[in-house]
């Protein structure tokens, strides 16, 4: 009857001890596993944007310095 018991017992805690702690650890590193996937993806898209934007426009020579997008101010130190 004991035996049983324990049987039981321990049946129970290799449930418990699944389903709230081994198979939400595994959705989860599936999830992060997916989000860093999805996040290096995008980054080698961005990349992969950034080189072919600047390889097809042909290089200018000093138009580029000359085109700001702000003001510039002069920065003097003063003693």
Do not use: C, W
Not at 10 to 37: C, D, E, H, S
Request: zero cysteines; glycine letters at 6%.
């Amino acid at each position: 009857m004991f035996r049983v018991l324990l049987y039981i017992f321990l049946i129970y805690l290799a449930y418990q001890f699944i389903f709230n702690f081994v198979i939400p650890v595994y959705k989860t590193t599936q999830r992060v596993k997916k989000g860093f996937r999805e996040m290096h993806e995008q980054m080698n898209d961005f990349a992969g944007g950034q080189k072919q934007s600047t390889s097809q426009q042909p290089p200018s020579s000093n138009n580029s310095a000359k085109e700001t997008t702000g003001e510039y101010i002069d920065f003097e130190e003063i003693k």
